[in-house]
Nanobody, 121 residues
Framework: VQLQASGGGLVQAGDSLRLSCATS????????MGWFRQAPGREREFVAL????????DYADSVEGRFTISRDNAKTTMYLQMNSLKPEDTAVYYC???????????????WGQGTQVTVSS
């Protein structure tokens, strides 16, 4: 399974972006999919996750109320709607899959190449 994140860009503080994470390859199945981000010199950190079947979600405190994670009905693409962006949201955003409900990036696999989000003040 390959994941491809896209939708990043350069925006101003307060703007919005929608990231996509497309699955490809053979029939895809996962228990959990998540969004993570990594800023230069920092470790990869949890942003949001979604239970792929039921759609339950979880968010990092830093993005709660501003970001929304979702998936399409065909369960082939995951999204991250990011509103009210802040300069501290600047990072490369990655999507991955996991076999359990967890915020730990070490428990995720199938990372794509990531998409850069830059928020200017």
């Amino acid at each position: 399974v390959q994941l491809q994140a896209s939708g990043g860009g350069l925006v101003q503080a307060g703007d919005s972006l929608r990231l996509s994470c497309a699955t490809s390859g053979r029939t895809f199945s996962a228990y959990v999919m998540g969004w993570f981000r990594q800023a230069p010199g920092r470790e990869r950190e949890f942003v949001a996750l979604i239970l792929w079947g039921a759609g339950n979600t979880d968010y990092a405190d830093s993005v709660e109320g501003r970001f929304t994670i979702s998936r399409d009905n065909a369960k082939t693409t995951m999204y991250l709607q990011m509103n009210s962006l802040k300069p501290e949201d600047t990072a490369v955003y990655y999507c991955g899959t996991a076999l359990m409900w967890t915020r730990n990036p070490r428990m995720y696999a199938n990372w794509g190449q990531g998409t850069q989000v830059t928020v200017s003040s």
